[in-house]
Structure formats: C-alpha cells, structure tokens
C-alpha cells in the first residue's frame, strides 16, 4: 500500500511559534512511517520551507501547498495542523486548505476564527447557559474607563489578548493601580482585550477528539500552577503540577467530561480540542477552549493519551485517518 503524504505544519506568525515547533517535531517524531511519508513544514512571514525525514529541504508553494524542488512538486494526502496562533489556529490556514481540498487534523475555518476569539466564543456559549467568568470587552480603539471596568470584573481580575495563546498577553490584576499598565501591555499582544473576574477554585482540562467516527472524551487532568496562575512558565518551564486523571469527585468530573463532548458537538468541533474549567464551589466554569492544543513533550494532551492506554505514534494516526475520513463527506 502507497503511504500518504502528511505535511505536518508549524511555526506561524505570532508568539507561540517556538512552541508550535516543538508541537510540530513532536508529531513528526511519532509518525507510523509503514503508514505516512511526513514532510515538516514551517511557516514563518517571511517563507515556507519543509523538510523530510532525511532533511533534504523543499520550498512550500503558497498558491496550491505544493513541495517543491529541482521542478519535482509534491503534493499531499493530509496536512497536521500544529501552528498555534495565526495562521493555524485562526482559520486562515484552514481557509487555505478548504480551497484547496486537501484534508487536515483541526476545526474548520469558521470554527476555528470563532474559538479564537475568546469574547465571540465565550457568548456563543453563554447563549447555551456555560457559566463563564464576568468580563469587559476593551478594543484599543476604546477609551479605558478604569472606575468602569473595576466596578465590572473587580480586583482581582485577568486582564487578556482576546487572540491569543499560550499565556502571552496575560496578566493577573490586583489593584486599580496596576490595572491600565497591564493593559498596555496586552495590547501589544492585540488590538482586542478581554477582562475577567478571577475565577478562584480547581483548574481542569478535557480533551476530546473525534477517533474512529465518534467523540472521545479523555481523561481530565487537573492544573496545579507553582505561579499565580497557570502562566507560560507554568505550561512549559515545569512550573506547575499536572494530574491526570484528575482526582476529583466523579460528578465534577462528569459534569465537565459531558459538558466538553457537548460543546465539541454542538460547535461542530474537529480534530482534537481542550476545554479548560475552573470550578467555584463545586460548578465548573468555562475559560476558554483550544481547537490547536500543545503537543510538545510536557503539554496535556500527550499526558491524556498515555492515561487512556494509548501511544502517540496510534493517536496521530486516528487523527490523520479522521481527517481524511471527515473529508470525504465534506
């Protein structure tokens, strides 16, 4: 049998790029070779390069995502999306591919542009009765009324760019005087900004993917952060504890599981997805949800696949043979 070709694609265009390299080798390095010819493609502004397992480099063509070298041109069976941020976790990679008919692992473009943005997200899912944090919208445009936004969200509160990821353009806010520099510096991050009442109580995280034609819901891992909250350092420098399974009451635990597949369905999810709860006396509350989660060796949803008794090397290729499954009905 012919292997399919896989572009496994990383980088991208904002502050989590080096974190979607490692998410990107990750996946590369776990590939079922008897099964897939993968090509490591990295996007970055200024070019599109890959590479294949010997490290003979190709250039990416941005018209028809062909590889390209010496006029050979390759053109591939599957893309795996592991760009965080723009362009892959935006839509705008998936967009590209949809035009193109070449199947990939993650959401479609238009779910992926709405779970990128936390506020258009969040109040699809307010809609739907998911208890979220208070908030106040704040675009860069806007005057900052900060009597306004305190009398709002109150301290402490988390002050967020609303596309973004990974933790950059956080910041926890304890007092009207550290209230507008924390603004300032997320917008450096975005134009956009979300500001939440801080949440206090038990941080949980459940993936679900679509395997084998059915959500499959994982198993939650609980978020203990060494910091103040769960910050870059804490997601990736090994600043926090990380539980998994997560031992909680079995109704938090379901109640969050049946809420995650929920919101997978509803939202016509795909690929593999991380919804992140914090529960306030014992009532989960929703953060945010992450169509392009980590998958670098100590992100949560490796942890989750090696709880449920599977390897990397099989989940990846449930997900690549989902991709292409899911394609044909599309």
Same mark, same amino acid.
């Given at each position: 049998?012919?292997?399919?070709?896989?572009?496994?694609?990383?980088?991208?265009?904002?502050?989590?790029?080096?974190?979607?390299?490692?998410?990107?080798?990750?996946?590369?390095?776990?590939?079922?070779?008897?099964?897939?010819?993968?090509?490591?493609?990295?996007?970055?502004?200024?070019?599109?390069?890959?590479?294949?397992?010997?490290?003979?480099?190709?250039?990416?063509?941005?018209?028809?995502?062909?590889?390209?070298?010496?006029?050979?041109?390759?053109?591939?069976?599957?893309?795996?999306?592991?760009?965080?941020?723009?362009?892959?976790?935006?839509?705008?990679?998936?967009?590209?591919?949809?035009?193109?008919?070449?199947?990939?692992?993650?959401?479609?473009?238009?779910?992926?542009?709405?779970?990128?943005?936390?506020?258009?997200?969040?109040?699809?899912?307010?809609?739907?009765?998911?208890?979220?944090?208070?908030?106040?919208?704040?675009?860069?445009?806007?005057?900052?009324?900060?009597?306004?936004?305190?009398?709002?969200?109150?301290?402490?509160?988390?002050?967020?760019?609303?596309?973004?990821?990974?933790?950059?353009?956080?910041?926890?806010?304890?007092?009207?005087?550290?209230?507008?520099? !924390?603004?300032?510096?997320?917008? %450096? &991050?975005?134009?956009? =900004? $979300?500001?939440?009442? /801080? *949440?206090?109580?038990?941080?949980?995280?459940?993936?679900?993917?679509?395997?084998?034609?059915?959500?499959?819901?994982?198993?939650?891992?609980?978020?203990?952060?060494?910091?103040?909250?769960?910050?870059?350092?804490?997601?990736?420098?090994?600043?926090?504890?990380?539980?998994?399974?997560?031992?909680?009451?079995?109704?938090?635990?379901?109640?969050?599981?049946?809420?995650?597949?929920?919101?997978?369905?509803?939202?016509?999810?795909?690929?593999?997805?991380?919804?992140?709860?914090?529960?306030?006396?014992?009532?989960?509350?929703?953060?945010?949800?992450?169509?392009?989660?980590?998958?670098?060796?100590?992100?949560?949803?490796?942890?989750?696949?090696? !709880?449920?008794?599977?390897?990397? %090397? &099989?989940?990846?290729? =449930? $997900?690549?043979?989902? /991709? *292409?499954?899911?394609?044909?009905?599309?």
């Amino acid at each position: 049998m012919e292997k399919k070709k896989v572009g496994i694609v990383c980088g991208g265009f904002t502050s989590e790029y080096t974190i979607s390299l490692q998410s990107g080798q990750t996946v590369f390095d776990h590939l079922d070779t008897t099964l897939w010819e993968g090509y490591l493609i990295t996007l970055r502004p200024d070019r599109w390069m890959a590479e294949d397992k010997n490290g003979v480099s190709y250039s990416v063509a941005k018209g028809d995502f062909t590889l390209n070298k010496n006029g050979d041109k390759i053109q591939l069976d599957v893309v795996f999306n592991a760009i965080h941020g723009a362009p892959g976790e935006n839509g705008q990679l998936a967009a590209l591919l949809e035009l193109l008919a070449i199947p990939f692992s993650s959401c479609d473009s238009y779910t992926s542009a709405l779970t990128y943005n936390k506020r258009d997200c969040l109040s699809v899912l307010r809609d739907w009765n998911f208890p979220t944090a208070v908030h106040f919208a704040l675009d860069k445009k806007d005057p900052i009324e900060l009597k306004a936004i305190e009398k709002k969200v109150g301290f402490p509160c988390f002050v967020k760019a609303n596309r973004a990821g990974s933790s950059f353009g956080v910041f926890k806010v304890y007092s009207a005087d550290a209230l507008e520099n !924390a603004i300032q510096e997320a917008f %450096k &991050e975005d134009s956009q =900004l $979300l500001i939440e009442s /801080a *949440l206090i109580g038990r941080e949980v995280s459940v993936g679900v993917a679509s395997l084998k034609g059915k959500t499959t819901v994982f198993p939650v891992t609980e978020i203990i952060s060494e910091n103040d909250f769960f910050d870059y350092a804490a997601k990736y420098e090994g600043q926090s504890q990380e539980i998994t399974p997560a031992d909680l009451p079995a109704s938090w635990l379901d109640q969050v599981k049946n809420w995650s597949e929920m919101i997978y369905n509803r939202l016509e999810l795909r690929g593999v997805v991380r919804s992140e709860f914090i529960f306030v006396e014992g009532v989960p509350h929703l953060l945010e949800i992450n169509t392009v989660p980590g998958m670098t060796a100590r992100s949560i949803i490796p942890q989750q696949v090696e !709880a449920m008794g599977m390897n990397l %090397k &099989e989940f990846f290729t =449930l $997900l690549l043979k989902e /991709a *292409l499954t899911e394609n044909q009905h599309t």
